[in-house]
Structures are given as structure tokens and as C-alpha cells.
């Protein structure tokens, strides 16, 4: 185990579907991110939570939908995607926000939208 | 906005041989820290090495070291002795507050 958890690992939607994408971490850190990678890009930044309070919003379209319920636990909802929103989402942990602290990542959930 | 770049989408390495990543990023600041990030096909991203920008000496882990160059921005990964379970995706990250800029790797091959 990494420290990190994400359920599912795999995930196909229909455009028209609701899913959640789940992350959990139990190594006591303080902020919660969410990532996009698609191939051949560098790793997009979503989401941050700091504290159970979202810090950062980058841009992202309002039918990707954050929800930090305890410093434990970072939730993505899903609805209405597009084809394009197919990749793989990563959530990462790290011990604080500030900039000598690295990030711990899950496996990530691979998102097909069909 | 700081940004990362690896000028390498692929490098193939013979098994025990040594590969050098190359990474370049670009900042304004003088207080920043670097890493790099190994993802290996089972998707997890592992932390490889870190650097503190404001350490001159260059970050070592075991059969990993970088060359870090302050002035000229550039942050190498050299891989020695490489192994068949070096083969994997490496990114190069800036960490900025509240986030990490990454760059769109290196796929390295080990060959046998």
C-alpha cells in the first residue's frame, strides 16, 4: 500500500451518467490534490485542498465537482463528461502545501467516457 | 508561471549502462525545490530524488544523483547502473506553492 487509495481503478461512463471518484489517505497530511494526465501532456493540475478547504480551482469545468469531507478523504464528482474528459486522474497527498514538501500519489483511476 | 520541460519524450538504456534525463524549467524565484517523479506501469507515481534549490551540492540516492544547474536552470536525472525495473515513465516537477508543475516526461526503455 502507498498511503494514497483510489476506488475504482477503472471507470467507463456514459455523457449522460453521474459518477464519484474517491481518494483516501491515512498518513496525516494536510493537503489533497486532484490531477488529470493525458497522454504525451504534462500532468494538469485540478484541484487543491488545504486544511478541508479548497485553495485552488484551475479553471476546471463545472461538471468536474471537488468534495473534501475531512483531511482523509477528497472526492471528485463526475457528470455530464465529454469523450475528451477520457484520462487517467490522479489524486496526490502531501504533508503540507508549501513548497519543500513532496506529494505522495495513488494509482489513479482511468476514466473512459463513452 | 513557472514552467517544465523534457526535451526527451523516449530514451532506451542498455541494462547496467548509464542514462542522464534532461529537464529545464523557468521561474522568477530564488527558493524553490525540485523532483523528480518515476511512474512505472502499475500508474503510482514514486518520488525519485529531491532537490532544494538553495543547497549548491547536487542530491544523490543511491544509483540516482541529478546535476543540478542553478544559473542555467537545468535539473538531469543520471540513472547509473541501470536496471530492468528502471523502466518507466520519469517526470520532472517544479513545486510551487499549492502545486506542482510537472513536465511531460521521459519514457525510458531498459534494454537487456
Known amino acids: 500500500e502507498t498511503g494514497v487509495t483510489q476506488t475504482p481503478r477503472h471507470l467507463v461512463m456514459g455523457m449522460t451518467n453521474k459518477k464519484s471518484l474517491k481518494c483516501e489517505q491515512h498518513?496525516?497530511?494536510?493537503?489533497m490534490y486532484w490531477y488529470k494526465q493525458s497522454a504525451k501532456k504534462p500532468l494538469e493540475l485540478m484541484f487543491v485542498?488545504?486544511?478541508?478547504?479548497?485553495?485552488e480551482n484551475n479553471s476546471v469545468p463545472s461538471r468536474f465537482s471537488p468534495e473534501c469531507p475531512n483531511s482523509s478523504h477528497l472526492f471528485l464528482h463526475l457528470h455530464t463528461l465529454q469523450p475528451e474528459d477520457s484520462a487517467l486522474y490522479l489524486c496526490?497527498?502531501?504533508?503540507?502545501?508549501?513548497?519543500?514538501?513532496?506529494?505522495?500519489f495513488g494509482s489513479g483511476t482511468r476514466l473512459t467516457v463513452v | 508561471a513557472q514552467t517544465v520541460t523534457q526535451s526527451q519524450p523516449e530514451m532506451s538504456v542498455q541494462e547496467a549502462e548509464t542514462v542522464t534525463l534532461s529537464c529545464t524549467y523557468d521561474?522568477?524565484?530564488?527558493?524553490?525545490?525540485l523532483f523528480w517523479y518515476k511512474q512505472p506501469p502499475s500508474r503510482q507515481m514514486i518520488l525519485v530524488i529531491r532537490?532544494?534549490?538553495?543547497?549548491?551540492q547536487n542530491a544523490t540516492e543511491n544509483r540516482f544523483s541529478v546535476n543540478f544547474q542553478k544559473a542555467a536552470k537545468s535539473f538531469s536525472l543520471k540513472i547509473s547502473d541501470s536496471q530492468l525495473g528502471d523502466a518507466a515513465m520519469y517526470f520532472c516537477?517544479?513545486?510551487?506553492?499549492?502545486?506542482?508543475?510537472f513536465g511531460a516526461g521521459t519514457r525510458l526503455t531498459v534494454k537487456p
Open positions: 532537490q532544494e534549490a538553495y543547497k549548491q
Open positions: 485542498y488545504s486544511l478541508e478547504e479548497r485553495v
Open positions: 516537477a517544479y513545486r510551487a506553492i499549492n502545486d506542482m508543475r
Open positions: 496526490a497527498s502531501s504533508q503540507g502545501s508549501d513548497k519543500n514538501y513532496g506529494y505522495t
Open positions: 521561474t522568477s524565484e530564488s527558493d524553490y525545490y
Open positions: 498518513l496525516g497530511h494536510n493537503a
